[in-house]
Structure formats: structure tokens, C-alpha cells
């Protein structure tokens, strides 16, 4: 079943994706009234309307296109930590994050996204960035390369001397012990800046815009879609533990992901210390 669906139904997922945005994100863009906009866990940590509503939105229609499939939205767990287990179930599993970047959504910054994975029993087959005000779409399928906008994506390896771009995750969002790990990346050879949207970021890497990213949270709907296009780009990942990261199992943290297999080595080493 999924096979066929990899096959035929792809082009169904991406319409679905430009559509809840077109119905619920766009329109309200630079838009919110100040009653849209929530805080959630911390004062950095934002809802809107828009989140809410498109994750409903999608929850819908892909459920809808693949029958038996499940979702695992970012505002649903927030409202249901439960629905996290799905990513180790047995059914095909929808990974969604509506608004990826909403700070930067909430603040007038188009540079924000609509981030969708397909896992089954944790393996992401199939993925989808759509990041409507900049008009991109990066896609990937297991095996079948990475797309933006129909152009094939490959970073190639970072320019032999220069100082590695590396993104990290956001200060603002990050423990005292996150800080002190990701520290450990300012050294000579790295030039480390804190990220913004997670999804976008992972593009960068994608189209070699920048070299590596270090993230010290899990979320599966922060990461899925971009740890899938950044492989099928050419890419690698790897936890401090020195294993991939795996959306379906408690992970080592923070983890590495580059755009060549060396760069994402390095990064882990100097993260783990061990460098």
C-alpha cells in the first residue's frame, strides 16, 4: 500500500500541503489580531490561530488520501502528549508541524514553513517544505533524490579550508546544558550562528548554503521532513552517541547534520567533545 502511494499519490500530498496554507496561513499573515497569538510553554514558545487551523486542516486531508494513516501534529501533542507514541505504532504515520518558524510568522519574517514527513514504524519515506510568502517547495523520497521546486538538490562538501557555517539551536529555546555542549562548537574553523526556522535551516543545508546544523531537541515535527531532504540531497546526520537520529526512539543529544558525511563527523565530534 505504501509503495503504491509512494508511486501515484505524491502530487496529492503537495496540493493538500499548498492548500492549507492558502486557506489558513496565508491570509492571515501579518494579519494576527493580538487575540491569534498565544504563548504556549515559555514566552518565545508561540500559537496562533493559523497553526491550529492548518494542523487541522492537514490532519484531514492526508488522512483522507492514505486511509489508516495517523497524524502527529505539533499542536496535538501539545494538547495530548499521548499522540507521540503513534511514531512507534505500526500505521503510517503523518508528522506536522503547520507553521514551522511561528515567531518568525507571528513577527512579519516570511521566512517560516510548512513542514509534513511520512514514517512508517519510524522510517521517513517521504517529505515536504513548503514555504508559501518565499514560493519553495523542497520534497523528498527515500531513495528517489531531493527536489526544490523541480530542481535536484546537491550541496556537494563544503570548500576545502574555509570555516565551516554551522546553525545551532536557538538560544532561547535552549537549556543551560544545551548552551554548554553547543559552546563547544566556538572554535577556530567554525562559524556558528543560532538558527531560525528548523525547517528552512535544513533546506540551507540542503542547497549548500550553509554547512552543518546542531540541534539539542527532539520534536519529530521540527526534524523529519529536513533530516529526509538533507539524505536524499547527499547528506548525513549523527547523534553525540554516534548513531543516527531516529524519530520512533529516545536519541542521544544534540545531534549533527551536514552536508557531507565529513562535515557531519566533525560537527558530532566536536559536540561530543571527542574532537
Known sequence: MIDEFLTHDLAAVEEAVREAAAAEITPRFRQLADDEVEAKSGPHD??????????EHLTASLTKLLPGSVVVGEE????????????????PVWIVDPVDGTRQFVHGDPHFCTLVALAVRGEILASWTYAPELDEL???????????????????SPEPGADLR?????????????KAVLARLDVPGVRARPCGSAGLEYLRVARGEI???????????????????????GGAQYTVAGEPF???RDNALPFAIARDEATAVRVRDLLAGTA
Open 166 to 178: 554551522v546553525a545551532t539551536a536557538h538560544p532561547d529555546y535552549t537549556s543551560p546544558e544545551d
Open 46 to 55: 508561540l500559537v496562533t490561530v493559523a497553526d491550529r487551523l492548518a494542523e
Open 246 to 248: 531516529r524519530v520512533d
Open 76 to 91: 496535538a501533542v501539545h494538547a495530548d502528549p499521548g499522540v507521540y507514541a503513534a511514531l512507534r505504532g505500526d500505521a
Open 138 to 156: 523542497a520534497t523528498a523520497v527515500r531513495g528517489g533524490g531531493a527536489y526544490l521546486n523541480g530542481r535536484r538538490l546537491r550541496p556537494g
Open 211 to 233: 554547512d552543518a546544523l546542531a540541534f539539542s531537541w527532539p520534536s519529530a515535527w521540527d526534524h523529519a521532513a529536513g533530516l529526509l531532504l538533507v539524505a536524499e540531497a
